[in-house]
């Protein structure tokens, strides 16, 4: 296939969603429709056995929250679809904004009964910032739902987002009996205990078909033809430019969990949603079609498989073709990289990848040479931005209960820092660490993680600590600086100063002394 050919026909895209909404769900169930997993039970089964080997998946299960996120890699109706799942829970939206980051559009899944929720706004105005299309999907409709004009007004109100249905539902809960597709003209029966097989739709002439009256029952028929007509009344028609500029949703409604509405919302995103799209570097926009390789680190994860000691740089493609073996320069090191182990991500599986394209994501096995924000080219000085940088919110002290381990523990920390997990300071004075965090829950995992992956008992304490930050200035005023004030400063794993104030009095002060020194909150990570 032609070059400009295979980037044309990339979908790299999220699922964004309050957790319970159904995102796991209908991950599962694309990937069933994708032929990437036979059974829709097999990411599960394969789920469990790795929970079975690795204990801080435990916490996952015990809170009901996803906390790794990946990448699969998908085929459908001629479409190559990446999708990047993000972890639903709040404490760990750090990964979840990088990650959006790195796609080209977005799904909005919806509880039917619940309509927005915080997490889905929050998530939602991340995707606004980068004015990235959405595509809704309002899931559950064989349970007791919301009104479906009430939840479109909904999103239209709390997004202010214009909203377009693609198809009906006909009923809801026990009464649903199906959707109308809107685009297609043809009716989507639903068919309980249908399983894991897929529903075909029934082609129509538009809502006046006779084969209508016998196929839906008439008190059915007229709601259908009195809310479509409605439909169109209210809703904008749906136009591909309000999509792309992020003004507009399409909105499939369904139920993930019977896959039904799933096949026409993968059409749907395979139709109307970006292919990939231009890279903004500080230097310049990065066209996708360019002959040349580019690319930018937006995700580190260790220990991905406990067997092998790897650690994944999962780098966005943002230009050209990529080949197995080809030289790569890292812009922050100014190193050249040959590149002969990248890994492509087919659902579950990883395999060696032989060449991608602009839109793709590959992983690089590394040592932690590769860190998030880092840039990758052909030789070209390009610096690609807008992954975002957290202050840490919340100090904890960390320590290893046996302290014959204590080194060891260094070591995972610095690793989880380089995967973006936390913040690590290594104060100048004592000998316990400091990590920072957004979300106190990101504390147990980092624990087991420690725990199962280093083989090290650790204990989180508190501190009084207010905020930990960044010193950027001369050389020679930071060593001025560090020497006044050694009790409070620390080191982060690149080896940058930082300052851990105690309160907003100590901050002032330091700030007030050295008035040409930088005080930042986060650190660039490019
Ligand atoms: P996530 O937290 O967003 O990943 O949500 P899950 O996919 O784990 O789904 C949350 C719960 O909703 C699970 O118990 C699912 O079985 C259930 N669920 C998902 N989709 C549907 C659906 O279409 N109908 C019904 N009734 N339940 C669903």
């Known amino acids: 296939m032609a070059f400009a050919d295979e980037i044309d026909k990339r979908r790299t895209f999220a699922i964004i969603s309050h957790p319970d909404a159904g995102k796991t769900t209908l991950t599962e169930k694309l990937l069933l429709f994708g032929g990437a997993i036979q059974l829709a039970g097999e990411v599960k089964a394969k789920g469990e056995r790795r929970r079975a080997r690795s204990d801080w998946m435990k916490v996952e299960q015990e809170r009901g929250i996803s906390v790794a996120s990946s ?17 639903g829970h709040e404490d760990f939206s750090e990964d979840t904004y990088r990650t959006l980051s790195a796609v080209d559009s977005a799904v909005m899944v919806l509880d039917a009964a619940k309509g927005i929720e915080k997490q889905t706004r929050k998530l939602f105005e991340v995707c606004r910032l980068r004015d990235m299309p959405i ?25 202010a987002l214009d909203v ?11 009464d649903f009996l199906g959707c109308y597709d809107l685009i297609h003209n043809q009716l989507i029966l639903f068919d309980r205990g249908k399983g894991a097989s897929l529903s ?30 409605m439909v169109q009344e209210l809703c904008p028609p749906f136009t591909l430019e309000d ?61 991905m498989d406990p067997k092998h000691r790897d650690r994944i ?57 590769l860190r998030i924000g880092d840039s990758l080219t052909e030789g070209e000085t390009l610096h690609f931005t807008g992954i975002p940088s ?39 004075l004592g000998s316990d660490w400091v990590v920072g965090v957004v979300g106190a829950l990101q504390f147990d995992v980092l624990a087991d993680r420690i725990r199962t992956e280093y083989q090290v008992p650790v204990k989180f304490e508190s501190t009084t600590l ?23 400063m620390a080191i982060d794993h690149t080896g940058s100063p930082v300052y851990l104030a105690r309160n907003s009095w100590h901050l002032d002060k330091a700030k007030d002394d050295f008035p040409s020194l930088k005080f930042l909150r986060t650190k660039e990570e490019v």
């Open 390 to 428: 957290f202050a840490p919110e919340i100090l904890q002290k960390v320590r290893s209960e046996d302290p014959m381990k204590a080194k060891h523990l260094g070591k995972a920390l610095e690793q989880l820092a380089e995967e973006g997990a936390a913040r690590v300071f290594k104060p100048y």
């Open 71 to 87: 990448v699969m890699t998908f085929d459908f109706e001629g479409k190559t679809f990446n999708l990047l799942d993000t972890p």
């Open 164 to 174: 377009t249905p693609a198809s009906w539902p006909i009923g809801m809960g026990r």
């Open 466 to 488: 207010l905020t930990a930050e960044w010193v950027e200035g001369e050389a020679r005023e930071i060593k001025q600086f560090m020497d006044q004030n050694r009790a409070s």
């Open 200 to 229: 075909q739709g029934i082609k129509c002439k538009g809502l006046d078909d006779p084969k209508l009256a016998t196929l839906l029952p008439d008190y059915a028929l007229a709601k259908l033809r009195e809310d479509v007509e």
């Open 135 to 159: 595509t809704t999907f309002i899931n559950k409709l064989d349970r007791e739902a919301r009104d479906p004009f009430e939840l479109l007004d909904e999103v239209e109100q709390k997004l």
């Open 313 to 369: 740089a999962f780098v966005r493609v943002v230009s050209g073709r990529f080949r197995k073996g080809i030289k790569l320069k890292h812009i922050r090191s100014g190193k050249i990289m040959a590149i002969h182990n990248a890994q492509l991500f087919l659902a579950q599986d990883r395999e060696i990848a032989e060449e991608a394209f602009a839109g793709d994501i590959i992983g690089i096995p590394n040592h932690g040479n």
């Open 243 to 303: 999509y792309l500029e992020g003004t507009l949703t399409p909105v499939f409604f369904g139920s993930a969990i019977n896959n039904f509405g799933v096949q026409e919302l993968l059409t749907g995103l395979g139709n109307v949603a970006p292919k990939p799209r231009p890279g903004k570097a500080i230097e310049r926009s990065v066209d996708p079609f360019e002959d040349k390789v580019s690319g930018f680190v937006f995700k580190i994860q260790a220990n």
